[in-house]
C-alpha cells in the first residue's frame, strides 16, 4: 500500500481478510503519477501532483528540484542538449541559489553535458531508471506524508527496530539469541 501497489494490496486485503484504511483511490492517483515518472514525462507529473495537491511542490522546494532535474534529465537522454542548458539556465540554477544544499546534485547533472556520450560518463547513474525510481519514491513519500499517511512500511519499520536493538545488545555485551541472516528469519541460538 506505502508503495503504490494496489493489485497487490487487494489480493492481499482479499487473502488475508482484512481491510484497509487507506483511500485505493489515492493510490490510483500516486501509481499515475509514479508510472508517468517512469516514462520521463515530467510534464504530466507536474500537472498531475498540482491537480492533486496545489501546495505539495510549493512546500517541497528539494522535491520540486528533484522533478525538475528529472526533466532536464529528459532532455539529456532524448539528446536536446540546447533545450537542456536553457532549461537548466532558467529553470535549475535559481533553485541552487535559493538552496545551496542541491548545488552538489546540480552540478552533477551540470557535468552531464561535459561527456560526448552522457550514460558513459561517470555521472550516467542519474540516466538509469533507477534515478527515476528514487524521484517517484522520494514523491511518494511526499504525498502519503501529506495526506498524513505513513511513508514506510510497518514491516520496513519493523526491522529497523530489530536491527537497533541488536546492535544496543550487542554493544553493551549481552547474550541474546541473535538474528543474522534476516532474509530468513533464521535465529542463532548459540551467541
Known amino acids: 500500500i506505502t508503495e503504490g501497489y494496489r493489485d497487490a ?8 481478510g482484512v481491510e ?15 508510472e508517468a515518472i517512469n516514462d520521463g514525462k515530467v510534464d504530466e507529473v507536474t500537472e498531475m501532483i498540482n491537480d492533486f495537491d496545489p501546495e ?9 528540484f528533484h522533478i525538475q532535474q528529472q526533466k532536464l534529465i529528459e532532455f539529456i537522454r532524448e539528446n536536446k542538449m540546447e533545450e537542456a542548458l536553457t532549461f537548466a539556465q532558467r ?27 552522457p550514460e558513459a560518463s561517470p555521472f550516467g547513474d542519474l ?3 533507477s534515478h527515476k525510481h528514487t524521484v ?3 514523491l511518494n513519500a511526499a504525498i502519503l506524508e501529506s495526506q498524513n499517511e505513513q511513508t514506510t512500511t510497518k514491516l520496513h519499520s519493523v526491522m529497523k527496530i530489530l536491527l537497533w536493538a541488536q ?3 550487542t554493544q ?16 542463532d541460538r548459540d551467541p
Open 167 to 169: 546492535d544496543q545488545l
Open 9 to 16: 494490496a487487494e489480493a492481499f486485503m482479499k487473502e488475508a
Open 136 to 138: 517517484a519514491g522520494e
Open 56 to 64: 505539495l511542490l510549493d512546500m517541497n522546494p528539494i522535491l520540486y
Open 127 to 129: 540516466l538509469k531508471p
Open 91 to 117: 529553470e535549475l540554477a535559481p533553485h541552487g541559489e535559493e538552496h545551496p544544499v542541491i548545488l552538489p546534485e546540480l552540478e552533477r547533472c551540470m557535468a552531464l553535458f561535459a561527456f560526448p556520450d
Open 20 to 34: 484497509t484504511k487507506v483511500d485505493l483511490d489515492t493510490m490510483s492517483e500516486r501509481i499515475k503519477i509514479r
Open 172 to 187: 553493551n555485551k549481552v547474550i541474546y539469541p541473535r538474528m543474522d541472516d534476516i532474509s530468513s528469519g533464521v535465529v
